[in-house]
């Protein structure tokens, strides 16, 4: 019931394209859901966060939809660019964010 | 203001010693989390000190403890390395006085048991 559950594992998407990285979780308790981008040699750097009374939130290129019914949550990155390429993950919590729960990652190459 | 940082970058040690990790977080961060990044587990929280008190507490053996000072820097030790405690080990600070303040990871510490 602890787990978030992220997919893909890996994703390449033409520069200029979308990108779109998905998350599950099950512990209904959860109300904070944030994304975090990592590049090689750095620690994670919040992206955006979302909590569960909206069903989207955009910063810039980058969106946030929620769903929660279905428990699941997604990044979008529209107009991706090669320094998007990174490693980003899903987390959840329900304790004011510092107990994160973290999904497994994706990589993602955006190709010029 | 001047990011988490975090001592040493890179660590090796071998099997059955101790190591001590050092984090200073962003002025005026109370809060202080530790978090355990592997290729096969991913992210793992360690646990949470907030005011000099552990706050919250992953699935961890004993092994692993921390501790926060008066001035908000913590500390990690894991005693009796194994193999496995191959790892990056992330600080991250936030406010924790809001909920949902964001965390502010540092750029860990690699160690490494041989």
């Known amino acids: 019931q602890q787990q978030v559950k992220q997919s893909p594992q890996s994703l390449i998407v033409q520069k200029g394209g979308i990108s779109i990285i998905n998350c599950a979780y099950e512990?209904?308790?959860?109300?904070?859901f944030p994304w975090y981008q990592q590049f090689p040699g750095k620690g994670p750097a919040l992206l955006i966060a979302?909590?569960?009374?909206?069903s989207e939130k955009k910063e810039g290129r980058f969106t946030i939809s929620f769903n929660k019914s279905a428990k699941q949550f997604s990044l979008h990155i529209m107009d991706s660019q090669p320094g998007d390429s990174a490693t980003y993950f899903c987390?959840?919590?329900?304790?004011?964010?510092?107990?994160?729960?973290f999904g497994k990652g994706t990589t993602l190459s955006v190709s010029s | 203001k001047a990011g988490v940082t975090q001592t040493p970058r890179y660590l090796i040690k071998t099997r059955g010693q101790q190591v001590t990790l050092s984090c200073s977080p962003i002025?005026?961060?109370?809060?202080v989390s530790w978090y355990q990044q592997t290729p096969g587990q991913g992210l793992q929280f360690l646990f949470e000190?907030?005011?000099?008190?552990?706050?919250n507490k992953g699935n961890f053996p004993g092994r692993f403890s921390g501790r926060q000072f008066s001035n908000s820097r913590s500390e990690m030790n894991v005693s009796t390395l194994e193999l496995g405690d191959s790892a990056l080990y992330l600080c991250?600070?936030?406010?924790?006085?809001?909920?949902?303040?964001?965390?502010?990871f540092g750029n860990g510490t690699r160690l490494t048991v041989t």
């Open positions: 991250a600070s936030s406010l924790a006085q809001v909920a949902g303040s964001p965390l502010h």
């Open positions: 512990n209904t308790a959860f109300d904070y």
């Open positions: 979302i909590r569960p009374d909206v």
């Open positions: 987390a959840a919590s329900n304790q004011a964010g510092t107990a994160l729960i």
């Open positions: 002025s005026g961060h109370r809060s």
């Open positions: 000190y907030f005011s000099e008190t552990q706050r």
